[in-house]
């Protein structure tokens, strides 16, 4: 006389085996169906690649809301009667602000709905850049209170989009879409100058500016709403929610499995390198082909403003161009190198980096000499520089499994702008003041001083080179624990209710197995 089959209770076939009490001969006896297996988790390609332009999309929002003030920028001087020292301040506030709220979305982003938590950054950047363009002249404090908040909504995205497109896409496609995703990066950042001057001008008022953006991101959450899915966290790895949803970890668990993750903390000092010189060449750059042009005669000094709209629209424009090309040139070379050298990915970031940092120097010791040759290898380095962008977010995609990859990205967007582009222009700058104030005042003097602060850049950019080759050294060994964990979901941290669970599951499987 057999014991009947138990009525499956709300955790599924799967809770049944965990009661007390329960003859588990019943399971293995043959008049009991074994637990149904969760199929795996599927997308029609066409949906993928409809979603990955959605993302895209809204990357391109993202970047525009970064640089949109800046188009405006002396506009809002004049309307909350703002000084320059101040006016730095919003994009220290919308920086700062976006780092503290990283870790957080990055939390949130691998243990809830990604779509929900972009859903929420998308509404809360919008709905805080809508509002400041109604603010009263006589609350400049407010317009700045309200750029932190677009830096908070920003950062969601930043932080959680990379990690969808990590898994919706197979590593080869997802190298190529991770390419088109960081062009945007540039692009963005170019449009979002551009939109913000053109609306100024063409209504008269830049608040219209800040208004016309909201409407374009209404548009980007009910695409994201309707288009884009919420794949299972390591779908590509076959390491879905579905066959890991024991696995569970704190925050504090994941930011120790990161430490000992050489190949991300390795990548992770490489692309701070990066933001550092980036930020400088940012921020000093057009001061910098202001000032040369003056000592080769082709502009008059003027003391009072450090640059000229010419200068910025050179820079931009090589910024944008660059930037496009670097990408797609180093997304491609990764992709095919990879096939001869698993070692491609790091390897690349090496060699552009190495090869960026005697571009860089060139062009600042050739400036005072021969500008057209400045510009050539300016333009040079910049294109080695944004060769990396989209390889660096595929190597953070290989060597971290899929319940940290959240963390991760938040992780590596705090500390590349905390030790990078947050603190390089104050210590360009620092530098260039030290030096100035050992000389004689000249202009010409001025000018070497600021170009002989630049020359940090290059040596840093060595070290990020260096970085990438130690990340060479690790990253087999870590790609290959990835692929453990998705060949074996039952590995990971477990609190100790999950681990009673597996210790008892494994008892009665190998109780089955005995004769």
């Known amino acids: 006389m057999s014991a009947e089959c138990p009525d499956p209770g709300p955790g599924g076939p799967q809770s049944q085996s965990l009661r007390p009490g329960r003859h588990y001969g019943t399971l293995v006896s043959g008049q009991c169906p074994p637990p149904s297996t969760p199929a795996p988790w599927s997308l029609p390609r066409w949906r993928a690649y409809v979603a990955a332009a959605v993302l895209c999309y809204i990357n391109l929002l993202n970047y525009m809301n970064w640089f ?17 020292s101040n ?18 979305f990055g939390y949130l982003g691998d243990r809830h709905s990604r779509k929900a938590t972009l859903s929420f950054g998308i509404l809360l950047w919008s709905g805080a850049g809508l509002s400041s363009s109604f603010i009263s002249p006589k609350y400049p404090w407010l317009f700045f209170l309200s750029r932190g908040v677009v830096g908070t909504g920003t950062a969601s995205y930043s932080t959680i989009a990379p990690t969808v497109l990590g898994d919706l896409f197979v590593r080869e496609q997802r190298t190529r879409v991770l390419a088109i995703f960081y062009i945007f990066i540039p692009v963005g950042s170019g449009l979002g100058y551009v939109l913000g001057s053109a609306v100024a001008e063409l209504t008269g008022n830049w608040r219209w500016a800040l208004r016309i ?3 374009l991101e209404a548009v980007a959450l009910i695409l994201l709403i ?7 966290r390591g779908a590509t790895e076959k390491q879905g929610e579905e066959a890991t949803g024991t696995l569970r970890s704190s925050w504090c668990e994941d930011i120790r499995y990161l430490g000992r993750n050489w190949s991300f903390m390795w990548s992770t000092l490489g692309v701070t390198s990066m933001a550092f010189v980036t930020g400088a060449l940012g921020f000093w750059a057009p001061k910098f082909l202001f000032e040369a042009r003056v000592v080769h005669g082709l502009q008059l000094p003027d003391f009072q403003e450090p640059g000229s709209s010419q200068d910025s629209l050179i820079f931009g424009i090589l910024t944008v161009v660059t930037g496009i ?3 797609i040139l180093g997304a491609e070379a990764a992709r095919r190198y990879k096939k001869v050298n698993p070692r491609a990915e790091p390897l690349i970031c090496a060699s552009s980096l190495l090869a960026a940092a005697p571009c860089l120097y060139l062009a600042l010791i050739l400036a005072p000499t021969t500008l057209l040759a400045s510009y050539v290898f300016l333009a040079l380095g910049e294109l080695l520089l944004s060769c990396n962008w989209a390889v660096v977010a595929d190597i953070l995609l290989s060597v971290v499994v899929p319940r940290c990859r959240g963390t991760a990205e938040a ?3 705090t500390v590349g702008h905390v030790l990078g582009d947050a603190g390089s ?7 260039s003041s030290a030096l100035r104030a050992r000389r004689l005042d000249s202009y010409l003097q001025r000018f070497l001083s600021l170009q002989q602060s630049f020359l940090c850049c290059a040596f840093v950019i060595t070290l990020g080179g260096g970085c990438f080759l130690l990340t060479a050294l690790y990253l087999e060994k870590d790609q290959a624990q990835v692929q453990a964990q998705a060949q074996q979901p039952d590995t990971g941290t477990l609190d100790s209710k999950d681990m009673e669970s597996q210790g008892l599951l494994s008892g009665i499987s190998a109780s089955t197995e005995d004769p």
């Not at 949109?68 to 320059?84: E, M, P, Y």
């Not at 309707?226 to 299972?232: E, K, Y």
């Not at 222009?425 to 530098?431: D, E, K, R, V």
């Open 87 to 104: 006016a730095g301040l919003l994009q220290t506030v919308f920086i700062g602000c976006l780092l503290l709220s990283a870790p957080l």
């Open 68 to 84: 949109i003030i800046a188009g405006v920028l002396l506009d809002v001087q004049k309307f909350f009667w703002i000084s320059d």
């Open 325 to 327: 090309i670097g990408v």
């Open 226 to 232: 309707l288009l884009v899915p919420d794949p299972p």
């Open 213 to 215: 953006m909201p409407c």
């Open 411 to 413: 992780l590596q967007i």
């Open 425 to 431: 222009p104050y210590l360009t700058g620092l530098i």
